[in-house]
């Protein structure tokens, strides 16, 4: 039965991830012809992915014009699966301009049922699990999409990045965690006048809750931004003391127990 607290993360995103379209925002700006030529260091910058066995490809929570273009750029026969129907706009817009063909599909990515029983080499996820309350659901979606031995590339928000105070973060000094790790809590944000529902989930869930749905851990990485600054409160000072995501490459292993 759908309840208005647990389901209503899903109107309150897309709501919020409509108007950031709107504005756009980073994440909704399409590539260009000359970011295709890097299509491969942009989606795949440390070389973890194995592109040869790699024909089908699920970008999830990845509209914008960006990942989903990248990916048919490259030959790959490409699925786009978002809550927003103006961030896929912009995957259409985007492929049509450079005559690629990409499928896209508006949904959660906590129920991926419409995609079954249709399976992917890869899922490619792009920042976006802490638009939903539960990550460990979200990887048994995935799982379920995903080939045998087929891989899943996901990036995090790190949770100590999510305690950060919501406001002047830097005391002169240090950076204070104001928001406590336990109980996990809802947390609002109106970032350029979107008002999204994010929700921050622990390590614990974020690794061991893929070891727990039948992956093993291939590789991981902490990104922060790639250069420091000198701003308190930009992403580049935080980045001097915290990194800001954590990425993940994981591969499938049907019927594995831990
Ligand atoms: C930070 S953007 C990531 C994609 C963008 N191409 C980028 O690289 O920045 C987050 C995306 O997650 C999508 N999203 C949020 N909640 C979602 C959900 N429950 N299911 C599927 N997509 C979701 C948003 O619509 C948005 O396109």
Redesign the pocket.
């Known amino acids: 039965m759908r309840s208005p607290v647990r389901d209503g993360?899903?109107e309150v995103?897309r709501a919020g991830?409509q108007r950031l379209a709107a504005r756009g925002v980073?994440?909704s700006q399409p590539v260009s012809r000359n970011d295709l030529a890097y299509a491969h260091a942009w989606l795949d910058p440390d070389d973890w992915l194995p592109w040869a066995r790699i024909a089908t490809v699920l970008c999830l929570?990845?509209?914008?014009g960006?990942?989903g273009p990248l990916f048919a750029s490259l030959g790959r026969h490409v699925t786009v699966?978002?809550?927003?129907a103006a961030?896929l706009e912009r995957d259409r817009a985007t492929a049509a301009v450079h005559g690629l063909a990409i499928e896209t599909v508006q949904?959660?990515?906590?129920d991926l049922g419409a995609l079954r029983p249709r399976r992917f080499d890869l899922v490619w996820q792009?920042?976006?699990s802490l638009?939903?309350p539960d990550v460990r659901r979200l990887y048994r979606e995935v799982a379920s999409v995903l080939e045998p031995g087929g891989l899943y590339r996901v990036e995090h928000c790190e949770p100590a990045a999510m305690q950060l105070a919501p406001r002047r973060p830097w005391d002169g000094r240090a950076y204070r965690l104001a928001r406590p790790a336990m109980p996990k809590r809802d947390v609002w944000s109106d970032h350029a006048g979107g008002v999204l529902w994010q929700y921050r989930h622990s390590l614990e869930d974020l690794l061991g809750g893929l070891c727990d749905a039948g992956f093993a851990i291939v590789r991981v990485a902490e990104r922060s931004a790639p250069t420091l600054g000198d701003e308190p409160g930009s992403y580049e000072h935080v980045s001097r003391y915290l990194p800001s995501f954590i990425s993940v490459l994981a591969r499938y292993e049907a019927g594995r127990r831990p």
């Open positions: 993360y899903r995103n991830w980073e994440s929570a990845a509209g914008g960006q990942q699966l978002d809550l927003s961030q949904g959660d990515m906590l792009a920042v976006s638009y939903v």
